[in-house]
T-cell receptor
C-alpha cells in the first residue's frame, strides 16, 4: 500500500515568516512529486512539482526532495495571509503503465497578520 | 479555457436514489479520475481511466460505477445512494506518456458536493 504522510496541522505562522511543510512517502518507486494548494471550498491546484533530488525554486516557493530519506518539503518564504490553505503532497511512480498520484491528507496552513 | 467541467455542482439525494456525475475535459488528456474528499481523509481515488476504453478501480470503488464515454467524458454513477456517500467529488484529468517524468500533473474540476439524506 503506497502511503504519503503529512502532518495535518494546522501550521500557524506570522505574516512574512517562512512556512515549512513536510511530507514522507512509502513507495521507493515514486519518482515524481507534487504540491497542490487547496483553498477552503475550492479544488486543488498545482503549485510545484519536483523530480530530482535537491531544491527547486519558483518565486516564493521552494520544493525540496530527498529520495534517500523519502522526504519532500515545501518552503513558502515571506508568507502572506493569502497563502492560508491546505497543502496536499502527492507522489507518483511510473510502474504499471498508469500514473496515479497518491495523495497525503494535507497540511492546513494559517498565516496570521 | 474550460479545463475540467463537472456537473452538477450541488446535489441532494435520498437514500436509495441514483444519480450520475458528469465530467468533461477539453485538454486532450488521456487519463481521467474520480476522487472523493471527506474531512480529514484527503483525496481518495474511486475509479480512473488511464485511456479511452479502459477503466479501473481505485481505493474506494464500492457503490460506484463509471463510464468513459469518449476521450473527453468520464461519468460517475451512484446506483443506490447511501449516506456514507455524502462527500465532495472531484474529477481530474492528466496527460499520460511513457517514461517521461515531468508529466502527471492533475487538473481538477470545481467539485460536486453531494449530500445523501
Amino acid at each position: 500500500q503506497k502511503e504519503v504522510e503529512q502532518n495535518s496541522g494546522p501550521l500557524s505562522v506570522p505574516e512574512g515568516a517562512i512556512a515549512s511543510l513536510n511530507c514522507t512517502y512509502s513507495d521507493r518507486g515514486s519518482q515524481s512529486f507534487f504540491w497542490y494548494r487547496q483553498y477552503s471550498g475550492k479544488s486543488p491546484e498545482l503549485i510545484m512539482s519536483i523530480y530530482s533530488n535537491g531544491d527547486k525554486e519558483d518565486g516564493r516557493f521552494t520544493a525540496q526532495l530527498n529520495k534517500a530519506s523519502q522526504y519532500v518539503s515545501l518552503l513558502i518564504r515571506d508568507s502572506q495571509p493569502s497563502d492560508s490553505a491546505t497543502y496536499l503532497c502527492a507522489a507518483r511512480g511510473v510502474s504499471g503503465g498508469s500514473y496515479i498520484p497518491t495523495f497525503g491528507r494535507g497540511t492546513s496552513l494559517i498565516v496570521h497578520p | 479555457n474550460a479545463g475540467v467541467t463537472q456537473t452538477p455542482k450541488f446535489q441532494v439525494l435520498k437514500t436509495g436514489q441514483s444519480m450520475t456525475l458528469q465530467c468533461a475535459q477539453d485538454m486532450n488528456h488521456n487519463s481521467m479520475y474520480w476522487y472523493r474528499q471527506d474531512p480529514g481523509m484527503g483525496l481518495r481515488l474511486i475509479y480512473y481511466s488511464a485511456s479511452e476504453g479502459t477503466t479501473d478501480k481505485g481505493e474506494v470503488p464500492n457503490g460506484y460505477n463509471v463510464s468513459r464515454l469518449n476521450k473527453r467524458e468520464f461519468s460517475l454513477r451512484l446506483e443506490s445512494a447511501a449516506p456514507s456517500q455524502t462527500s465532495v467529488y472531484f474529477c481530474a484529468s492528466s496527460s499520460r506518456t511513457g517514461t517521461v517524468l515531468n508529466t502527471g500533473e492533475l487538473f481538477f474540476g470545481e467539485g460536486s458536493r453531494l449530500t445523501v439524506l
